[in-house]
């Protein structure tokens, strides 16, 4: 009996019946589903799958109930998600294959994070999950040529900070948008913000996977470096959607423990991964490796995983601005996840004036280092007052 970390007691009836559809394998109790089924609120509950992301797993296997306790405009409702879902990944398949393609002529390797590749690698179905976007990971020193890549094929940048000196070493990723396609692109040269020297793109190349869709193949992280990038980028988001959860759900059982016990040794994660851990164990039922459940058992982790609970269960928006709501919870928790010297860095980072704070507030030239005293101020304006 595994020990009572986490308080799941306060959670609604439709999380609840939520959790246990996403876990449920093998034959289901037909009186525990009926008996869920009865008290669920169908809205609530359609507005907790969608904002979870996690329609096609509870379509498919609702699908599967025998009894009618399901109404019938529930399982229309996810039947048409489902189906613009599977409209959507063939779409971002298309331009996904447009894109690799274009780079590889250019002799840009690529490793793809997430879209229909995660898909299959981890569900066997590029339908099986959503994505709104294509995360493509290449070597920081093709940057430049990629960015010349996606113009040729008619993405335009989006937010683009290319105006610095140091932009790269600022920030991990460009966003691109197509207009006429409607396909957005992020580009990556690091797998997190704070992943600098860390994880060299040829080493993540040397321990690629590849995967096959539509008799395609397709770079993409090997299992240790993708539990590592999704473990981190799911605590860096507080876990706000169960997708992420269900990603590590599902990736658990391909992991090496000894591989994957040394791959923390050399490139720290071990407080998130942890947190993903206990959060897929006590939300999934998953099973963790033991020579890995340490990883759960300590104060920190459990820390990180009862605050981001707080976010699970309330639909909120923390991505790409946390909404005004939760502002200050999702900041101290941020804050909380990092390093000490993580911490110093994206403090110092966020003092540094911007575009934002120029646009919001224009000063004469020789009048810009007041940007730096007024720069919190500025920030508290546009996401407290204005948000």
Known sequence: MKAEKIDLSDISNELSFLLIIL???????????????????????????????????????????RSSCIPADVMETLRYHYNANVLKMMQLTREMNTICGKLAGSGIRTLLLKGPVLAVQLYGDMAHRT?????????????????EVMAQLGYEAEDKPTSKPDWKRKTHHLSFRHKEHA????????????????????????????????NLSFHCLGN???????????????????????????????????KMLAYFRKHGGQSFAGQAFLLTEHLLNSKIPSS????????????????????????????PVPEKSVVWPYF????????????ARYLLNHLEPNGK???????YKPLHFLYF?????????????NN
Request: proline share 3%; net charge positive.
């Open 373 to 385: 005293p007024l720069r919190p101020f500025l920030w508290f304006w546009r996401h407290i007052i």
């Open 292 to 319: 890995m459940g340490g990883l759960t058992n300590h104060k920190k982790t459990i820390r990180l995983a009862r605050t981001s609970l707080f976010f699970m269960k309330r639909i909120v928006k923390l991505n």
């Open 23 to 65: 876990r449920e394998a093998g034959e289901w109790d037909e009186h525990r589903i009926r008996e869920y089924a009865s008290k669920t609120k169908w809205d609530s509950f359609i507005q907790l799958t969608l904002h979870h992301r996690v329609y096609p797993i509870v379509y498919l296997k609702l699908s599967q109930v």
């Open 183 to 214: 396909v957005q692109v992020e580009v990556h040269w690091r797998l997190n913000p704070y992943a600098s020297g860390t994880h060299a793109f040829q080493q993540l190349w040397e321990r690629k996977n590849t995967v096959e869709i539509m």
């Open 357 to 363: 704070d120029m646009s919001q507030l224009p000063l």
């Open 224 to 258: 240790e470096d993708l539990l590592y990038y999704l473990a981190d980028h799911g605590a860096r988001h507080a876990w706000f959607r169960l997708r992420w959860l269900v990603d590590i759900d599902r990736l658990i059982p391909r992991l090496n423990s000894d």
């Open 332 to 343: 101290r928790y941020s804050l909380s996840l990092m390093t000490g010297r993580q911490r």
């Open 131 to 147: 994505s709104k976007d294509l995360d493509i990971l290449l070597d920081i020193e093709d940057v430049e040529n990629a960015e």
